[in-house]
């Protein structure tokens, strides 16, 4: 969903690919990804970051997909991760980990007479270090909430 005097992601993303500060590489076993260009031997390292990052992260999104399912909080069947090989899930304008209608009140509501779920959407670090989250990540994590509401 387009907003207003924002720029859609994938304009951004053309953009900082065609003026060469990021750059598009493929991980086997991961998929597309996209790198800061500074530095091409970090290649490497970032295949291993990659293949840790998807070895914690996907049984942590069963276990989250199995929890709400269990709860009654989402449609049971309709939950989408970035695992299903669709692309990232996406609510209002931004990509998410994990999404999932949800028609619990007071996320669903009535819209004409007809019931219009509201979403579940979920991000996840798994930072194993306390520094890593820093504030600034938090406020852009706080902003897009925001922004999604």
């Known amino acids: 969903i ?10 951004v993303l053309r953009n900082l690919l065609s ?3 990021l750059r598009a590489v493929y991980i086997d ?22 293949n840790c990052e998807s070895f914690f992260d996907k049984p942590i999104l069963e276990l989250v997909k199995a929890w709400l399912r269990n709860l009654g909080l989402v449609a049971f069947n309709q939950i989408k991760t970035k695992y299903d090989g669709e692309g990232n899930p996406v609510v209002g304008s931004f990509e998410w980990d994990m999404t999932a209608p949800s028609y619990v009140s007071p996320l669903a ?13 979920c991000d996840f670090s798994l930072g194993f270090n ?20």
Request: aromatic share 6%; with cysteine; net charge positive.
């Open 2 to 11: 387009k907003q207003a005097k924002h720029l859609s992601y994938e304009t």
């Open 19 to 21: 003026a060469k500060i």
């Open 29 to 50: 076993g991961v998929g597309d990804c996209v790198l800061i260009n500074n530095n091409i031997a970090n290649d490497v390292n970032i295949r291993t970051m990659a």
């Open 109 to 121: 509501e009535y819209v004409g007479g007809k019931l219009m779920p509201g979403f579940v959407a």
């Open 130 to 149: 306390r520094d890593e989250i820093t504030t600034a990540a938090a406020e852009t994590f706080i902003r897009k909430v925001q922004m999604t509401n």
